[in-house]
């Protein structure tokens, strides 16, 4: 059964939550002012957004990808996202392949829809969406990771809970010689940015466990989660090894040089990361 915790913790990423917020917050209206204010102005935003929706598509509130994990609901900022709970072909899936295989399509749908617009939907919210408990959605997401995809949910994201992040098969597939466009293929859709960034965080834990700096320390130094950093660690003493001692030797330098861009990568993609002579795998770093 769906818990009232729950429930409460999704209320309080509504529209008319935001809205009353923004004018309790930034206007000094009393609690009262701002939720009969927030009620019109919701009125007034739904006629202008359900014009620009198509058919089958609902506007949600998620949470922004940029919000910390840790922060409260009530102080995040939140997203309109328009997302797609009925699409032309799912009545098809459901008759041939059954409701298991249509949960599955709109739950890795919609995350993606969501993550295309700058937000992150939670387990808490595809449940709510779809009107199934939270451990059918549980084994939804266990069953994308046994074929190593992970979807782009808020908890993935901000590496919170018990999921193996989805960066790490993406640096692993970038290391093993393939394309962004292949990664993109089996992994689903990266952003360049997003993999460039998945990177360079990886080269400077690199070059930091090198260095002999202990996990906290890389944390102060890069900013990301220790959680993320001891994945890092791990794929680095598994990657480490003379087959790909080119790729990383590249992806530190990288570091100490200009970044990686859009330029630099798409030059690489161009030739479908295909070796050259010069760098057949398993040649001298």
């Keep these: 059964m769906y818990n009232q915790k729950s429930a409460n913790r999704l209320l309080e990423k509504s529209t008319l939550h935001a809205?009353?917020?923004?004018?309790?917050?930034?206007?000094?209206?009393s609690p009262v002012e701002a939720q009969v204010l927030a009620h019109r102005v919701q009125q007034l935003v739904d006629d202008q957004m359900g014009l620009t929706r198509q058919q089958g598509q609902i506007t949600y509130q998620a949470i922004g990808l940029d919000e910390p994990p840790g922060r409260p609901l009530r102080k995040c900022r939140k997203?309109?996202?328009h997302l797609t709970l009925l699409a032309?072909?799912?009545t098809q899936v459901w008759a041939t392949?059954?409701?298991?295989a249509l949960r599955r399509l709109r739950v890795h749908r919609l995350t993606y829809e969501a993550l295309m617009q700058g937000g992150a939907l939670s387990q808490e919210d595809l449940a709510c969406l779809l009107g199934v408990c939270p451990k059918t959605i549980k084994r939804i997401f266990a069953f994308f990771r046994q074929q190593d995809q992970r979807l782009p949910s808020r908890g993935e994201i901000q590496d919170m809970g018990a999921g193996v992040s989805h960066k790490v098969p993406v640096i692993r597939k970038y290391v093993q010689d393939l394309s962004f466009s292949r990664i993109s293929q089996h992994l689903g859709k990266h952003g360049l940015y997003s993999m460039t960034r998945y990177l360079r965080h990886f080269a400077q834990v690199m070059i930091l466990e090198d260095r002999g700096l202990t996990p906290a320390q890389m944390q102060s130094v890069i900013g990301i989660s220790e959680n993320l950093i001891q994945q890092y660690r791990g794929l680095y003493i598994e990657l480490n090894v003379s087959e790909h001692h080119r790729t990383?030797?590249?992806l530190r330098r990288a570091v100490f040089h200009p970044p990686l861009d859009g330029k630099q990568e798409t030059s690489?993609?161009?030739?479908?990361?295909?070796?050259t002579d010069g760098e057949e795998k398993g040649g001298a770093s």
């Design 19 to 29: 809205i009353q917020i923004e004018l309790q917050q930034g206007y000094n209206l």
């Design 79 to 81: 997203v309109p996202v």
């Design 88 to 90: 032309e072909g799912d």
């Design 97 to 100: 392949d059954g409701s298991e």
């Design 248 to 250: 990383l030797e590249r």
């Design 268 to 275: 690489r993609e161009s030739t479908d990361a295909t070796p």
